[in-house]
């Protein structure tokens, strides 16, 4: 039996034949007015938003520089360390070793402040006129002392000036960085005293993250480049390969200028903004090309995404919505009265086009759905509330911990100092494992209670075993699980110390590192080779029995930090065979609150 011809023909046909000759008529004109209009506008307010954006970062700049005068100011005209400097360095008073340690003492004590008001210094020096060094500081473990070469460059640049700070970058050896070398910018000025006149040089190594941070987003792009110069002028940074070229030169005439320059196939705007606070010049260049590149792409999208969304919103709803768009509206109610919960829904195909299609599809996968649910998701979860119920059943032996008690009392009155010790740390651990597992703690809790497995450890093996634990202050207090690091420590005891005779180590650190709180747990052990390790990381290559076993260990700490907090948290592991095994955990970095229990999964 024949069907209807709008029945046999297929919805993208119809909706082709519907829509075209619609948008055909509206985008062509529509289109091309709004490009041209847009592209004036975008290149005019790119280049306003690009000269306030340079104008800030100057701003900052200047905030910054002057801050470092402020600091300078009190050092070079402070009265104490004007006459201790000068005291040294005049050769006409002799004074003993001692004498002299105890003024450069003085030194340190004066400028203690500094340390913490000016955490962008690298490195402080002092040097009396002859070059000899009273006070030098590593304010962060950043570089390696200035090098002789380097002090002589310095004090040529500073030459006759007259005690105004004179800038200069240079790259100096720094054992944290990859490379071993680390850009700094070096500013310094003739220490000119209220009597005294010039009586030292003072020399401050500054980070230079501290000068450049405000800036350096403004020349992004292929084509972007920032270029600082200080009152010399001289080039003292850039984030180009290439040096100041010649034609920088015309916008360095103290003055805040702008525009747009043609250079090869390119074309760039050049903004270049002057202070007269602190006679820095900053030049910055963006690549116009590449701006309205984009902005082709962007504005062709959002054309023919707004042309189509009024055309189909708008005409398609009204005009052909009747018949043709019928079966597509029973299908959205369907599929949002199933979102709502109901998975008993189903529809009722009116067509065999592809509408028809989906309805049919729908409809078996609302069954589907269903089922499944019931099966895989509410299983899955009982099987997760399960797991860590047997986690946490597997640590309350109440009992034993007031046994531990008991005897920690007798051996205490027994003079038994050293089995009481031992027996206290295995009941302090014993108690804060019969803690439910839902409840916080903090970092400094959970190595508080490895401290204490750590010496019972220590008090069973023959040759002992070298545990250090380092942790930053300002991780202490961050709230994690309890008893994840535990397994992973006694992981080590059971596996990668085992048989070995030689001298055995264990670090445990923990520290800051991209927002997110990062353990390691390094021991020298045996090691895992390649093939023992993804054992170890997958779970599903160990035997029933041994999973069971392995629950309480480097699995058992996986799936706890993937129910809890998923990613980006994880573990890891690098390991050599035979050189030993490091286990890095990354949680999250938050402070403990006073928020109660919370749940896992």
């Not at 069907?3 to 297929?10: A, K, N, T, V």
């Not at 100096?172 to 006149?197: D, F």
């Not at 980070?207 to 010399?232: H, K, P």
């Not at 525009?259 to 002057?274: M, P």
Request: proline letters at 4%; glycine letters at 6%; aromatic letters at 8%.
């Amino acid at each position: 039996m024949l069907r209807p011809w709008h029945r046999q023909i297929s919805f993208r046909s119809k909706l082709l034949i519907g829509v075209s000759a619609i948008i055909f008529f509206t985008v062509n004109l529509t289109g091309l007015i709004s490009y041209q209009t847009h592209l004036r506008l975008f290149e005019k307010e790119v280049t306003g938003q690009y000269v306030k954006a340079s104008e800030q970062a100057m701003t900052q700049l200047e905030l910054r520089i002057q801050e470092l005068y402020r600091i300078s100011n009190y050092i070079v005209f402070h009265p104490t360390i004007e006459r201790i400097i000068t005291k040294l360095s005049n050769s006409s008073e002799e004074l003993t070793p001692a004498d002299r340690h105890f003024e450069q003492e003085l030194i340190s004590e004066q400028l203690r402040q500094v340390k913490f008001d000016a955490p962008q210094l690298l490195s402080l020096y002092l040097y009396d006129l002859s070059g000899t060094n009273y006070y030098h500081h590593l304010m962060k473990e950043a570089v390696e002392p200035l090098s002789p070469a380097i002090f002589e460059e310095v004090r040529g640049m500073v030459g006759n000036s007259k005690g105004d700070l004179v800038w200069m970058r240079k790259t100096i050896p720094s054992q944290i960085e990859q490379s071993g070398l680390r850009s700094v910018i070096i500013g310094s000025r003739w220490m000119r005293g209220t009597q005294s006149g010039v009586y030292g040089l003072m020399v401050m190594v500054i980070d230079e993250e501290f000068l450049t941070r405000s800036f350096r987003e403004i020349g992004g792009g292929d084509g972007g480049r920032v270029y600082l110069y200080d009152a010399l002028p001289k080039l003292l940074y850039t984030n180009g390969t290439e040096p100041g070229t010649p034609e920088l030169s015309r916008y360095l005439n103290g003055t805040n200028q702008s525009g747009i320059v043609k250079e090869g196939d390119n074309t760039y705007f050049y903004s270049a903004v002057y202070s007269k606070n602190i006679w820095f010049t900053l030049i910055s260049r963006v690549s116009l090309s590449d701006i309205l590149r984009e902005s082709r792409q962007i504005l062709g999208t959002s054309l023919w995404l707004g042309l189509l969304s009024i055309g189909l919103s708008g005409v398609m709803i009204v005009l052909l919505s009747g018949r043709l768009l019928a079966p597509l509206r029973e299908l959205v109610q369907a599929m949002r009265t199933m979102r709502e919960g109901n998975f008993s829904i189903r529809t009722r195909p009116r067509t065999h086009d592809e509408l028809g299609f989906l309805g049919e599809s729908f409809n078996s996968m609302a069954a589907n759905v269903q089922e499944l649910i019931k099966k895989v998701y509410l299983s899955r979860i009982s099987e997760r509330e399960a797991e860590l119920k047997a986690l946490q059943a597997q640590l309350h032996p109440h009992f034993l911990y007031n046994t531990l008690n008991g005897l920690y009392w007798k051996l205490y009155l027994q003079n038994d100092l050293d089995s009481a010790n031992l027996v206290f740390s295995l009941s302090s651990l014993l108690k804060y494992s019969l803690v439910r597992l839902k409840k916080r703690t903090t970092l400094r809790e959970e190595l508080q209670q490895i401290d204490n497995y750590l010496r019972i450890q220590a008090a069973f093996l023959e040759n002992g075993v070298e545990a250090r634990i380092e942790a930053d202050d300002d991780v202490l207090d961050c709230s994690m699980q309890r008893l994840l690091l535990q397994p992973l420590v006694e992981n080590a005891f059971v596996h990668a110390f085992r048989d070995q005779m030689t001298p055995k180590r264990l670090v445990i650190r923990a520290y800051p590192f991209n927002e997110m709180l990062k353990v390691e747990i390094e021991d020298n052990g045996c090691g895992l080779t390649p093939e023992q390790l993804e054992r170890v990381l997958s779970p599903e290559s160990a035997a029933e029995g041994e999973q069971e076993r392995e629950s309480l260990g480097v699995r058992s700490v996986i799936k706890r930090i993937d129910l809890v907090y998923g990613p980006p948290y994880r573990l890891g592991i690098t390991s050599t065979p035979g050189q030993g095994t490091t286990v890095h955990l990354y949680l999250p970095l938050e402070k403990e609150t006073d928020k109660g229990d919370y749940h896992e999964g």
